[in-house]
């Protein structure tokens, strides 16, 4: 009789025991749950390539990635339940990554052309561009017609370069092929080369922040250029769809004229 009352008494330790360690699995989850539903559902990553030296379309303060097509993307992606992973590249590796898929996306004033949608995707347009030619303040440049025999540097991979080298054609002269702007602008001040292609906002922008400092003048009629997207990556059309429906909701909600003022004036 005594066994079977301790026996008894063994089980309701046991039975109450087992009661104990499910009640805090239980809570355990419970918890999770909570924080889970606090926290917010996770949102899709993407990788997205940017250059770092194309004020104001990108550069760094601080050794903090900033400029309009920074600010652009982030706000379109959060429109698009997006977060973004920013990967630093040169202009002329971006379009080559995206084919290899290394990268989701790229935004780095690229133009929407011909020849890249063929191996790329784009989002809608988000900017329209144009290119200028610039030359020192004491050059006796003033446009297209004085650039018979002259040297023309232009960035590799970009629209510029395509202008520079029709132009070398036209006017015998030769071109001038670097990685970017600081050293474009580099090999004219240093009087080895006579002019630089580069897009009109751009320039325009370093024009003005070097104020009265600036060796740099525009010379002659802006060229037309392409305007420019988000690059996609091929069979990607879903992300295609989410980040147009996020800067459309950006552009009626006018946060995209927000963005477009800090870094543009309406002149």
Do not use: H
């Not at 008894?8 to 355990?28: D, S």
């Not at 770092?52 to 990108?58: A, G, N, V």
């Not at 561009?129 to 303040?137: D, N, Q, T, V, Y």
């Amino acid at each position: 009789m005594k066994q079977q009352k301790k026996n008894t008494f063994v089980n309701k330790i046991v039975m109450i025991a087992l009661a104990g360690i499910i009640a805090l699995a239980l809570a355990g989850c419970g918890s999770e749950e909570v924080d889970s539903e606090s926290s917010g559902e996770t949102k899709e990553e993407i990788t997205v390539a940017v250059v770092q030296d194309y004020p104001p379309f990108e550069y760094k303060v601080d050794e903090e990635l900033t400029g309009f097509d920074v600010e652009l993307v982030e706000a379109v992606a959060e429109k698009a339940d997006l977060s973004v992973n920013w990967k630093i590249m040169k202009f002329d590796g971006i379009i080559p990554a995206l084919q290899a898929n290394q990268v989701d996306a790229a935004v780095s004033a690229i133009g929407i052309r011909e020849d890249r949608l063929e191996v790329v995707n784009f989002s809608d347009p988000y900017f329209e561009s144009g290119l200028s030619l610039i030359a020192l303040k004491d050059s006796e440049i003033e446009g297209e017609a004085d650039l018979e025999g002259k040297t023309i540097v232009a960035k590799q991979g970009t629209s510029s370069l395509k202008l520079a080298n029709e132009l070398a054609e036209k006017y015998n002269g030769e071109v001038t092929k670097l990685q970017d702007d600081a050293t474009m602008y580099m090999e004219l001040e240093n009087g080895n080369a006579d002019v630089v292609i580069n897009d009109y906002p751009s320039v325009a922008y370093k024009i003005n922040q070097d104020g009265e400092d600036s060796q740099l003048r525009i010379v002659g009629d802006m060229y037309p250029s392409e305007d420019y997207g988000i690059a996609i990556s091929k069979g990607s059309e879903g992300l295609v769809e989410k980040l147009n429906t996020g800067l459309g909701e950006l552009k009626d909600s006018g946060e995209f004229d927000e963005i477009y003022s800090k870094y543009f004036s309406e002149e």
